[in-house]
């Protein structure tokens, strides 16, 4: 939802209609996961698993190395954005980790060609 419209109810006493007025749930934007979104800066709702394929210490950068791992909506085919969210209906709950869907190298700081240095993601 871009711009909130504050819904009004009027009651007419010669009709017999019930009316329900929801509140809360934003409709689905164009990526189909209704307003929820990724936070990294980097990812920008790409999804990308971790590398775990041999390399040398301090030669690769975090996101190359991590991908989305750490990130809240992270599953290890996809974004959970874009297919548990979405089969959920826009389940409410994945609100609690609006502002924190990024990977944890991001959340922990670090850029994603900073020579990892830091395994504990």
């Known amino acids: 939802m871009e ?48 590398d775990y394929s041999y390399w040398t210490e301090g030669t690769r950068g975090y996101k190359k190395q991590f991908g989305c791992l750490g990130c809240p909506a992270y599953t290890e085919s996809a974004c959970g954005l874009q297919t548990h969210y979405v089969e959920s209906g826009n389940a409410a709950s994945y609100d609690v980790d609006n502002g924190k869907r990024k990977p944890s190298w991001e959340a922990k700081g670090y850029k994603p060609d900073d020579p990892v240095t830091d395994f504990n993601m």
């Open 3 to 50: 711009k909130y419209t504050k819904p009004v109810v009027l009651t007419m006493d010669e009709l017999a209609e019930g009316v329900y007025a929801a509140s809360g749930a934003p409709a689905a934007d164009a990526n189909g996961t209704g307003g929820i979104k990724c936070d990294s800066v980097y990812m920008n709702g790409v999804w990308q698993a971790p």
